[in-house]
């Protein structure tokens, strides 16, 4: 039986073109034609003046972070329910931890937990991410920061492609981030960006990512710097892989609509919700089970693996992980359990692998019915 993955890469044959010109070219790394060409490609999808092509989405939150002036025992509020690469930058930078938990609606970070937290804290700046494709509030969590005076930074690393009532995910906040993982929309096989208005911001990023090496022959260094900039080689297998992003895209959703159709029945079982003023990427679909149907993620996640499907569950949120204990968490409402363990408890992603056929999807969705038939009929 075939392997159905959540979300592999897909190859679509116009990387090579672009590879083979960096070989020609001999300009393997890190400069050369294809890294300029990415970077503004990106950029202008993304409504930004500039991209920084890099190693990985998380280098691309680590230097946002640094360029929002993010410094030795900051505070840094974090969307909770993610993927643990939102928050480690926070980290590397010596700064603290302030997690926000997910709100109902859009299981993104919740505006009012939000605005509880800034009550209590002055953070330099905020990471908001964009959680399976779908766009935060961004609007209004742009407008708290404003008034509170931090730095957004948009985790839009899931969501190349989504847009909020018209404006592209990326486009929000002081700085955005990319990642091109093999598991993104858009791969690089590895690989990530910085987007941003400002060209000082952009320079500065460019700067850092190589070294902070100064204009020296003997290499002059003031600033710290890291190793992060992405090579010509991969920032053209991210250009041919931009040709088809309008078909990537429409594969994902179709995959969701037939999530939709196909669960639409199933008593206590709902999906990840997409906000109407969204239009999302459909990067993953998630299912929710309601614990009062008596089916428990795990045993759809077991259901799956042994049909060879490969599922997961929902981001273990920030708040649970022994990584990030003892940080602070604010709740989407105040004594009550956090949504985001709620969802974490009753989740699971669904394959959203671009290369799904019909007959994977049937085979998934088969599956997933099959666990509900199983319990009904067990009591
Ligand atoms: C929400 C989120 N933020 C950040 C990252 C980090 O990106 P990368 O793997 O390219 O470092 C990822 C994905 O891996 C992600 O899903």
Known sequence: MKRIHLAAPAVNGREMAYVRAAFESNWLAPAGANLPAFEGRVAALCGRKEGVALASGTAALHLALRLAGVDNGDVVFCSALTFVASANPILYLGARPVFLDSAPGDWNLSPDALWRAFRQYRPKAEVAVDLYGTPARLFEIEELCKQYGAALVEDAAEALGSELEGRPAGSFGESAALSFNGNKIVTTAGGG????????????????????????????????????????????????????????????????????????????????????????????????????TGVRPEAVLRALEEENIESRPVWKPMQLQPLYTGAPFFAHEEGKTPVSSALYAQGLCLPGDIRCTAEDLARVVKAVKGCFGKERAGG
């Open 193 to 292: 960006m910085l987007l941003t208005n400002d060209p000082e911001r952009a320079q500065k990023a460019r700067f850092w990512a190589a070294q902070a090496k100064e204009p020296a022959k003997h290499y002059q260094h003031r600033e710290l710097g890291y190793n992060y900039r992405l090579s010509n080689v991969l920032a053209g297998i991210g250009l041919g892989q931009l040709e088809t992003l309008g078909e990537f895209l429409e594969k994902k959703r179709r995959i969701r609509q037939v999530y939709e159709r196909e669960f639409a029945g199933l008593p206590g079982v709902s999906l990840n919700p997409l906000p109407p003023n969204t239009r999302p990427n459909c990067w993953l679909t998630c299912l929710r089970i309601d614990p009062k």
